[in-house]
């Protein structure tokens, strides 16, 4: 019935290596690989068969840490949810993360808030923080990043909030458009 499920959604992070989702499957994994090496060994010819397996599963996983692992040997081949993973912080990203701490000081300790996604976990301490998509849920702050309000329904969770035309959210913005 899952595989049946996941085949029928449109929604791909739950098929995709990049999210948490398929993650799930990796004890298991391990388990029945160590478990099938035990029953390959038991059987006619099986120390050879055994390590002829291993042999396949190092070169597989070899294979698949230099595209996809935590080791990755080309720039843009780490990827988390939808997007590449970057070590690199520019002098513009550095701006733009000065810009966020000062708009993080002006918001008091105790106040409700709602936040896009990157946004959202520099101010995820707090007691009450909610994710902008969802929506703000009586939040009496709102802290966004224009390139985020594509996630979900930010967008439109901000525009309701703010009562205004869906059309002029991404001018709202305190003090730098790059935000």
Known sequence: ????TLLVTDYKPPT??????????TPYIFAASALALQSLERSERGPA???AAVAAVLFASGVLTYNYGAFPARDGS?????STIDFEFSEKERARY?????LMELIPPNAVLAASEQVGAHLSSRDEMYSLREGPKGAEYILARKGELGVGRSRTMLAA????????VSGCMRSSPSL
Request: no cysteine; charged share 15%; glycine share 12%.
């Open 78 to 82: 780490l990827k988390g949810g939808y």
């Open 161 to 168: 909030a703010l009562g205004i035309p869906l059309g002029i």
């Open 16 to 25: 995709m290596f990049t999210f948490q989702y398929v993650m799930y499957w």
């Open 1 to 4: 019935m899952l595989i049946l």
């Open 49 to 51: 068969r055994a390590r």
């Open 98 to 102: 000065a810009n966020l701490r000062e």
